[in-house]
T-cell receptor, first 114, second 113 residues
Framework: GENVEQHPSTLSVQEGDSAVIKCTYS??????FPWYKQELGKRPQLIID?????GEKKDQRIAVTLNKTAKHFSLHITETQPEDSAVYFC?????????????FGQGTTLQVKP | NAGVTQTPKFRILKIGQSMTLQCTQD?????MYWYRQDPGMGLKLIYY???????DKGEVPNGYNVSRSTTEDFPLRLELAAPSQTSVYFC????????????FGPGTRLTVL
């Protein structure tokens, strides 16, 4: 079946460094790719998303890139801060985004050391 | 504007018991979802609804049932609870046609012993 692979499972960086999380999806019909941040004991919250007609999207210190040919997309966080420490999940729409259903990666625990 | 609310926050069930997890939203979103999140794992879709009176199965529907009689409420029913259903359950809504963003409730932590 369709799946989303996310790497790495854990990532530790020094404050101020950049962090990159990568995801690969299998469903060639997927056309919507959101990223969620989940702090400990809290709900997932959308931080950025990208659609298949765009190759890159940026919002302040975070950016997402998409390579449709290779079926992978990545989250880039620059100038990391301790408050960026959380679990990050990528997701891909199941089939076209008209269904509203998402397939989630297994998550990356990001630790930013002061 | 409360957004998406879930009750209860925590619950411990014995094997074989039943319960209903409540989810209510005041955002007037038609699409609603139930996910479970096992420790160290991503979110798995249990059931979803595209509007009142319409529900459909997700990836892991076995052992659960849902109903959607109103736009606001989307309860998840567990019948004959099993230890494998120990998880954190999240309800989410989606603003279709504009941003497609899914908004999550605070979650219900369920333990089945």
């Amino acid at each position: 079946g369709e799946n989303v692979e996310q790497h790495p499972s854990t990532l530790s960086v020094q404050e101020g460094d950049s962090a990159v999380i990568k995801c690969t999806y299998s469903d060639s019909a997927s056309n919507y790719f959101p990223w969620y941040k989940q702090e400990l004991g809290k709900r997932p919250q959308l931080i950025i998303d990208i659609r298949s007609n765009v190759g890159e999207k940026k919002d302040q210190r975070i950016a997402v890139t998409l390579n449709k040919t290779a079926k992978h997309f990545s989250l880039h966080i620059t100038e990391t801060q301790p408050e960026d420490s959380a679990v990050y999940f990528c997701a891909a729409s199941r089939g076209s985004s008209n269904t509203g259903k998402l397939i989630f990666g297994q998550g990356t625990t990001l630790q930013v050391k002061p | 504007n409360a957004g998406v609310t879930q009750t209860p926050k925590f619950r411990i069930l014995k094997i074989g018991q039943s319960m209903t997890l409540q989810c209510t939203q005041d955002m007037n979103h038609n699409y609603m979802y139930w996910y479970r999140q096992d420790p160290g794992m991503g979110l798995k879709l249990i059931y979803y609804s595209v509007g009142a009176g319409i529900t459909d199965k997700g990836e892991v529907p076995n052992g659960y049932n849902v109903s959607r009689s109103t736009t606001e409420d989307f309860p998840l029913r567990l019948e004959l609870a099993a230890p494998s259903q120990t998880s954190v359950y999240f309800c989410a809504t989606e603003e279709r046609g504009y941003t497609d963003t899914q908004y999550f409730g605070p979650g219900t932590r369920l333990t089945v012993l």
